[in-house]
């Protein structure tokens, strides 16, 4: 008798453990971004201080327990051939996953209007932390996404190889 008790006692151990890292990776460390009128922002082509574009309607999530968790939607009146005349293309513009109760922000539905060209992605600002870049697609209808990449110096500092010159200094 005594081992079916400590059997059960590990199984409900194993599933409320189970519950409680579910719950902090989906629910737990993230809070809502609030809109100040200064969330979406691109780097122009001169390589000059990020400019704010017209936006309306930001819905942005964050969590402190990594430097990449940072997910927004908004809407613009600006269109994608416009911005490419002003701001800086980011390449190989890749969105991550957000929590599926975060519903304006689909990663899948995103990298195929990425894929098809009718979304282009731009700098919003590079080593917006030591390795992090912050990116902004924008689609042909209006809708926009921001979100937070990897870029090579953090890919290097990540798996500890030697960083080079062209990284900028870890603070």
């Known amino acids: 008798m005594s081992g079916k008790i400590l059997a059960i006692a590990i199984v409900v151990s194993a599933l409320l453990f189970g519950a409680g890292v579910y719950y902090f990776q989906v629910y737990y460390y ?20 990020p400019e704010h574009i017209a936006y309306a309607g930001f819905e942005g999530i964050d969590a402190t327990s990594s430097p990449i968790r940072y ?6 009146p600006e269109r994608p051939q416009a911005l490419d005349e002003r701001f800086e293309r980011y390449e190989d513009g890749e969105p991550r996953n957000a929590p ?17 060209g009718e ?53």
């Open 100 to 116: 599926f109760w975060f519903s304006c922000f689909d990663a899948e539905e995103i990298g195929r209007m990425i894929e098809t």
């Open 119 to 171: 979304a282009h992605v731009y700098v919003a600002q590079r080593n917006i932390e030591f390795g992090i870049d912050r990116v902004v697609a924008v689609a042909e209808d209006g809708r926009g996404y921001v979100w937070e990449e990897i870029n090579e110096c953090g890919d290097k500092a990540y798996d500890g190889t030697p960083l080079g010159e062209d990284c900028p200094p870890r603070e």
């Open 71 to 76: 997910r927004a939607c908004f809407t613009t």
């Open 30 to 49: 993230y809070a809502a971004v609030e809109d100040d009128a200064g969330q979406v922002f691109l780097t122009p082509l001169d390589g000059g201080a």
